[in-house]
């Protein structure tokens, strides 16, 4: 490992220890945003080190809990800002308190124990990923919460490669803006970013598994509410009167595709999922989420369920079952392909490295989703974790220290280009 290899090694693993002990938990939404105060704390971390570093234009929105700051450029004349966003929040998928990493040198390729009180073990028969990091050095849990490398390994990564810019001024670079988020893990799709005070038309998104991984498409997504309105009456003399809203629940859960479902699918195959489910014979509300890649599929699944209202209103009397659908995000690469050299860009960086960049339709969203409809449109870099949201999460340091790199060549790359 070269000297200046060294010490990005050095920094992201530093990094990246630093934030995961710091909760930032985001929670489903319950009226405010952002979800949790504690996402604040890493917000104020991170805007005390990029003024440390050196960073420009640094702003904390506590309102909005967004950190801003730029890196300048060093070139003659103008040149349109390369944009990078990560997201401070962890899920709400498995603990994120009292968070403790360790570090693996030299992984043997054998099972791990993360907890020998407790007896938590990562066997490697159960996650065959393990195989890809012999001999690398891992950074784990303790078995007992999850890590938090989502997001975390990326703002490491981002960090460590703007105090190597601003540290090395003798590299050529265009102006680069810098924003890190809360609340994507629970549909908070940066919705609160001011692109005006982001200050670029463009951007990457850093957040996924898998070193060398790419997104440039993802689901067209949308929510679905279902409310039934029953009647209760004494179950003795409920002949003809009695309109129960459990049942009438099970029968709309029922009218949907029975295979099209997260467990039963893959690949670019649509789905139902069935958030939730409250039903007492009075009332009862569903939840559930549609998500199609293809746009007209994705029309025909929101019909449906209309579809399937209807039916239900006619058996058992008007405004029985109402169904309300909220869209979430859409395809982004229909946006996308408008700006191709977003994606090429991206691809050559990884490729300069010795990689083989891989992209497949991404099962789910980003906030780079929604931000692509906002006017910002963003491909997706991975950040390099594994078994994202779970106690057996882990990082590979090699990945984060191969993400910075991928980060200079971006910018190397848009600067001979002479745009973004």
Not at 101 to 108: C, H, Q, R, S
Not at 196 to 202: L, M, N
Not at 264 to 280: N, R
């Amino acid at each position: 490992m070269s000297e200046s290899s060294m010490s990005i090694y050095e920094k992201v693993q530093d990094r990246l220890i630093r934030y995961a002990k710091i909760n930032t938990q985001s929670a489903h939404y319950e009226g405010t945003w952002p979800t949790t105060a504690r996402q604040r704390d890493l917000a104020e971390v991170l805007f005390r080190e990029l003024r440390e570093i050196g960073a420009s234009d640094v702003f904390y929105d506590e309102e909005n809990c967004v950190v801003y700051a730029k890196i300048p450029s060093n070139l003659p004349g103008e040149a349109e800002p390369l944009g990078l966003i990560a997201h401070m929040d962890t899920a709400p998928d498995a603990s994120g308190e009292n968070v403790r990493p360790w570090v693996l040198t030299d992984y043997d390729g054998g099972d791990i124990i993360l907890n020998k009180e407790k007896n938590i073990i990562m066997h490697r028969a159960d996650y065959e990923n393990l195989s890809l990091y012999v001999g690398q050095d891992l950074i784990l849990t303790d078995g007992t919460t999850l890590l938090g490398g989502d997001d975390k390994a990326s703002i490491a990564a981002i960090m460590t490669m703007a105090e190597h810019l601003l540290a090395h001024p003798e590299i050529p670079r265009g102006p680069i803006a810098l924003a890190f988020t809360p609340d994507e893990e629970v549909g908070g799709l940066a919705h609160t970013l001011d692109l005006d005070r982001f200050g670029s038309k463009t951007a990457y998104t850093l957040d996924g598994d898998h070193l060398g991984w790419y997104e440039d498409e993802t689901f067209n997504a949308s929510e679905a509410h279902v409310t039934i309105r029953g009647r209760s009456v004494h179950t003795g003399t409920a002949k003809g009167i009695m309109k129960n809203a459990v049942d009438i629940a099970a029968e709309f859960m029922n009218a949907l595709p029975k295979n099209e479902k997260p467990q039963y699918t893959e690949g670019t195959q649509g789905f139902f999922h069935m958030i939730s489910c409250s039903a007492v014979c009075e009332n009862a509300a569903l939840s559930l989420i549609i998500r199609d890649f293809d746009a007209e599929a994705f029309a025909a699944r929101e019909a449906l369920l209309y579809e399937i209202a209807e039916t239900l209103n006619k058996l058992y009397g008007p405004d029985t079952v109402t169904v309300t659908i909220t869209e979430q995000y859409r395809n982004m690469k229909e946006v996308l392909d408008t700006v191709p050299h977003l994606t090429e860009r991206l691809k050559a960086a990884i490729s300069a490295l010795g990689l083989t960049p891989v992209c497949e339709p991404f099962r789910g969203g980003t906030d780079g989703s929604a931000l692509t409809f906002r006017g910002l449109p963003c491909p997706n870099l991975s950040a390099g974790y594994e078994n994202a949201h779970g106690r057996f999460e882990y990082v590979p340091i090699q990945s984060m220290v191969k993400n910075v790199e991928i980060l200079l060549n971006l910018v190397e790359l848009s600067t001979k280009n002479g745009r973004f």
